[in-house]
């Protein structure tokens, strides 16, 4: 090390390994000296980052910062480096995990983020703490980019943008057996198993609320996804319809039959007595359907 007790005869003994924990590194870190001034020797040294400095630059930068002539003893340079970690991944996954499994959680599901590195993640050395800070979307997706930032006990801290892979794991429903294109969908024809939806598709079809029909043929153990499905309109083509209008003030009501498949709210055509009229489907009090 330096010995600094006289400046006019000061000496430096290499070789010397300095350790630090910042970017900037001053004379008074080298020489131990809080009386020397504040001389800056490196800046913006980055994490796991070394710089080595040769006996006679470093006579020179000593020369030229304090205007002193250094005696130089044994061999080697200074090597200054910057302490560092590199955070593990599963650590990582887990915060990011827990992170989208709070923010995410009406989605029903178990939630596993699994980041996609091409580099390490470095950051201080010691006891660090990491969070997430933004997401890229408001929807959870199956790739998305995430801000994590890492700090470390004395405040320092570093911002990383990460790819993340997801994995949502909801409970789906697959078909029992073997079905036929336009078979209508009961409860009991599907049994559900927990797999990752992105694996399958995004939306879960509620099979026990809306009625729903086969729009192609399907095998056993095949997902319930929304290409082989279609909704059951509420009246088929063929049906009959009550169809209402009023007439010089008199309501009359008949039975028509509609032409194309339609739902409540929706204009369909009907005819009766060879005659066509295009109608809006309503729904009654009692459930029935009827056309005005």
């Not at 006579?59 to 044994?74: A, R, S, Y």
């Not at 997801?166 to 073997?178: C, G, I, L, R, W």
Request: a positive charge.
């Amino acid at each position: 090390m330096l010995c600094w007790a006289n400046y006019s005869n000061a000496s430096l003994n290499l070789p010397i390994t300095l350790e630090v924990d910042h970017g900037s590194v001053y004379m008074h870190e080298l020489v131990k000296d809080s009386d020397i001034p504040n001389i800056l020797i490196v800046d913006g040294l980055r994490l796991g980052e070394s710089v080595t400095i040769t006996g006679a630059e470093l006579k020179v930068l000593l020369k030229k910062k304090l205007d002193l002539n250094i005696k130089i003893n044994g061999e080697g340079s200074l090597v200054i480096h910057r302490r560092s970690q590199v955070i593990p991944t599963e650590r990582i996954n887990f915060v990011v995990s827990e992170y989208l499994q709070s923010k995410y959680s009406s989605e029903l599901g178990r939630i596993v983020a699994r980041i996609q590195l091409k580099t390490k993640v470095i950051a201080p050395a010691g006891d660090v703490s990491i969070r997430v800070k933004e997401v890229e979307s408001r929807d959870l997706k199956e790739r998305m980019f995430i801000w994590v930032e890492i700090q470390s006990s004395k405040g320092e801290s570093v911002l990383r943008k990460l790819l993340v892979k997801v994995e949502n794991f909801q409970a789906y429903p697959f078909f029992k057996s073997d079905m036929k294109k336009g078979a209508e969908i009961q409860e009991e024809d599907v049994v559900y198993r927990v797999v990752n939806i992105f694996g399958i598709g995004s939306v879960v079809p509620d099979v026990g609320v809306r009625k729903w029909r086969l729009s192609g043929a399907v095998s056993k153990h095949y997902p319930v996804t929304l290409d082989v499905i279609e909704t059951i309109p509420d009246i088929l083509r063929g049906q009959k319809l009550k169809v209402r209008l009023s007439l010089n003030g008199i309501r009359i009501e008949y039975l028509a039959s509609v032409k194309s498949d339609a739902n409540i709210n929706d204009f369909v055509v009907t005819t009766f007595n060879g005659k066509n009229r295009r109608v809006l489907v309503k729904q009654d009090i009692d459930g029935s359907m009827y056309g005005i």
